[in-house]
């Protein structure tokens, strides 16, 4: 754990962070029209990747995507316009949210279906193994995709053909407000079930960025090395709501006791205190990492706001396109 490689994980997560919390601030304004799904609490995994993945590499992700596609390098701009529903968003302000997409850095997509991406990203890690090289394509998705049957297809076929595949799966324990405990056998670890498939699997603390980061690399070696796909599970936490910039812990779905030992487990401050107290970062850098962020995710919601929406022509526009031609209908 170098300084630079500190400064990253740290500069990568306090980015996350701020993104996400400045939406949930400014989501009562009234100008985000459509659902949005934060990762506030979940910054370590999307952070390590970040620090591991090339641009040349291929990922998707679900509808908690924000982190993914920050981290994988997506323009924060078109990524903020997007949810404004701007002309300048990374779907033309049509998609939102749970739509990103950023090609130049090899961000895929990411779609509101759960387990819908796992076919894609199975999908380009064929087109890389065809294309040959060491690039890898990864796919970010929750524990509740691992009950759907697309998953289990998916993962059978990367299986088979040795794909290079990265499936990272963050456990926040909950889809929407329904416990793991009501969804799966509680005698059985996700990652374990997956090792039936024959292929490497590991798993570990979701709030450790280190941890997620040491474990995320031995896999991502292994794969670019031949080794087949491999699947990482990550426990971590989400601190607000299902859907939407509130807390909903009001409602009385998950305890107490659970929520305050998860937020007490800050992957931010867990990570920078161990960082300040070693010497391999200083307040100040801190300070200064900070006002930068804050100074970058301000001048893209004054381009969201400041971009025009979607000309109406547009509204039957890169829904369908022409087989001959790959323009629009």
């Given at each position: 754990?170098?300084?630079e490689?500190?400064?990253?994980?740290a500069h990568g997560?306090?980015?996350?962070?701020?993104?996400?919390?400045t939406?949930?601030?400014?989501?009562?304004?009234?100008e985000?029209?459509?659902?949005?799904?934060?990762?506030?609490?979940?910054?370590?995994v999307?952070?390590?990747?970040?620090a591991?993945?090339?641009h040349s590499?291929?990922?998707v992700?679900?509808h908690?995507?924000?982190?993914h596609?920050?981290?994988?390098?997506g323009?924060?701009?078109?990524?903020?316009?997007?949810?404004?529903g701007?002309v300048?968003?990374?779907?033309r302000?049509?998609?939102?949210?749970?739509?990103?997409?950023?090609?130049a850095?090899?961000f895929?997509?990411?779609?509101?279906?759960?387990?819908?991406?796992v076919?894609?990203?199975?999908?380009?890690g064929?087109?890389?193994?065809?294309k040959?090289?060491?690039?890898i394509a990864?796919?970010?998705?929750?524990?509740?995709?691992v009950?759907?049957?697309v998953?289990?297809?998916?993962?059978?076929?990367?299986?088979?053909?040795?794909?290079?595949?990265?499936?990272?799966?963050?456990?926040?324990?909950?889809?929407?407000?329904?416990?793991?405990?009501?969804?799966?056998?509680?005698?059985?670890?996700?990652?374990?079930?997956?090792?039936g498939?024959?292929?490497?699997?590991?798993?570990?603390?979701?709030?450790?960025?280190?941890?997620v980061?040491a474990?995320m690399?031995?896999?991502?070696?292994?794969?670019?090395?031949?080794?087949g796909?491999?699947?990482?599970?990550?426990s971590?936490?989400?601190?607000?709501?299902?859907?939407?910039p509130?807390?909903?812990d009001?409602?009385?779905?998950?305890?107490?006791p659970?929520?305050?030992?998860w937020?007490?487990r800050?992957?931010?401050?867990?990570f920078?205190?161990k960082?300040?107290?070693?010497?391999?970062?200083?307040?100040?850098?801190?300070?200064?990492?900070q006002?930068?962020?804050?100074?970058?995710?301000?001048?893209?919601?004054?381009?969201?706001?400041?971009?025009e929406?979607?000309?109406?022509?547009?509204a039957?526009?890169?829904?369908?396109a022409?087989?001959?031609?790959?323009?629009?209908?």
């Open positions: 754990m170098t300084p490689l500190t400064k990253s994980l997560m306090r980015r996350i962070r701020t993104v996400e919390e939406i949930a601030a400014r989501y009562s304004e009234q985000m029209r459509c659902p949005t799904h934060l990762s506030s609490g979940q910054e370590a999307s952070a390590a990747a970040g591991l993945l090339r590499d291929l990922a992700s679900g908690r995507a924000h982190a596609y920050l981290a994988k390098g323009s924060l701009n078109a990524m903020i316009a997007e949810i404004y701007r300048t968003g990374c779907a302000g049509k998609g939102g949210s749970m739509h990103l997409i950023d090609e850095v090899g895929m997509g990411s779609t509101a279906i759960v387990g819908g991406t076919p894609v990203g199975v999908g380009l064929y087109s890389l193994m065809i040959g090289g060491d690039d990864c796919i970010f998705l929750g524990d509740a995709v009950e759907t049957g998953f289990h297809e998916a993962l059978n076929f990367a299986t088979l053909k040795n794909l290079p595949v990265l499936f990272i799966c963050e456990n926040n324990f909950y889809s929407v407000y329904s416990p793991l405990e009501v969804r799966q056998p509680t005698a059985r670890e996700i990652h374990e079930k997956i090792a498939y024959g292929i490497h699997t590991a798993s570990g603390d979701g709030n450790d960025v280190a941890a980061h474990v690399s031995d896999a991502i070696t292994k794969i670019r090395a031949g080794g796909p491999a699947f990482l599970e990550f971590t936490f989400r601190w607000r709501e299902h859907c939407g509130n807390y909903d009001d409602l009385g779905y998950r305890p107490d659970m929520i305050e030992e937020t007490a800050d992957p931010i401050s867990l920078e205190g960082a300040l107290a070693d010497g391999r970062l200083i307040q100040g850098e801190i300070d200064a990492m006002q930068e962020i804050d100074t970058e995710v301000n001048a893209a919601f004054d381009f969201a706001r400041s971009s929406f979607p000309p109406a022509e547009e039957d526009m890169h829904v369908f022409d087989q001959m031609t790959g323009g629009p209908l």
